[in-house]
């Protein structure tokens, strides 16, 4: 995590440390030990451990992802770093104003994020891509803490239909009537008191490859959503101005 109240001793650092050591889930566990290095990575020491989130703690914007890639996160130790989607999406990012750099290679790369927040529903990287309702509930705390943390949250952008359902899920829990709100790139939701929440096609190579998800598309969705939030902040500055 990076951005305000993360030093010492801050409930974002605790928060951090507690991810980082968790051992929940065996099968998780097992699989982020066990992953083999590919060859051009064979000299690098993998993470191996769950992955907290990263971004601005006082930003507007969280977007969340499925989980840490095998190759990635697993590898780097930081959320949407050093494959394929990663790059992808943090050009993205970059493009419309949410990063300092194009470039997601490792911890030290000196990516910085502006007024959004990028974490994923799973801490951990899942055989296949493919996790277990019991492992999103196990991980589930995890990201309700995260927001927690975001006391200027008004937009979720949700990269997939998993994340968008644990998403909703999330907004579930809290009693929240999520009936009818469906996956569909390009959509968003609104709920009363609560951040707007909109929908992405995952920025993975399956998708990006295949033209599924272009960088025009989640470019234009990242750009739609600053345009929603200072359309937002005008609004009320203008009823505030009335009362």
Wanted: net charge positive.
């Amino acid at each position: 995590m990076s951005g305000s109240e993360t030093g010492p001793g801050s409930y974002a650092e605790e928060l951090r440390l507690r991810i980082i050591q968790c051992r929940l889930c065996p099968r998780l566990v097992a699989y982020r030990e066990g992953v083999r290095p590919r060859a051009s990575y064979a000299s690098q020491e993998y993470w191996r451990k769950p992955v907290p989130g990263f971004g601005d703690l006082s930003g507007k914007v969280l977007i969340i992802g499925l989980a840490p890639a095998s190759h990635g996160g697993n590898r780097t130790g930081r959320i949407f770093t050093g494959d394929a989607s990663s790059r992808f999406l943090v050009k993205a990012l970059y493009r419309a104003g949410f990063a300092n750099q194009p470039i997601s290679e490792s911890r030290d790369d000196g990516l910085l994020y502006s007024g959004c927040y990028v974490t994923a529903a799973l801490k951990c990287s899942p055989p296949g891509d493919k996790p277990t309702s019991k492992e999103f509930v196990n991980c589930s705390p995890y990201l309700e803490q995260e927001i927690s943390l975001l006391v200027n949250l008004r937009a979720v952008v949700a990269l997939g239909a998993l994340a968008f359902r644990s998403y909703l899920d999330y907004l579930g829990r809290r009693g929240v009537n999520v009936r009818g709100v469906t996956f569909s790139h390009g959509r968003s939701y609104s709920f009363e008191g609560l951040p707007r929440l909109y929908a992405s096609y995952h920025p993975s190579p399956r998708n990006t490859n295949t033209g599924k998800l272009t960088q025009r598309m989640l470019v234009g969705l990242f750009k739609m959503v600053r345009r929603e939030l200072v359309r937002t902040e005008q609004n009320k500055k203008v009823v505030d101005g009335k009362l």
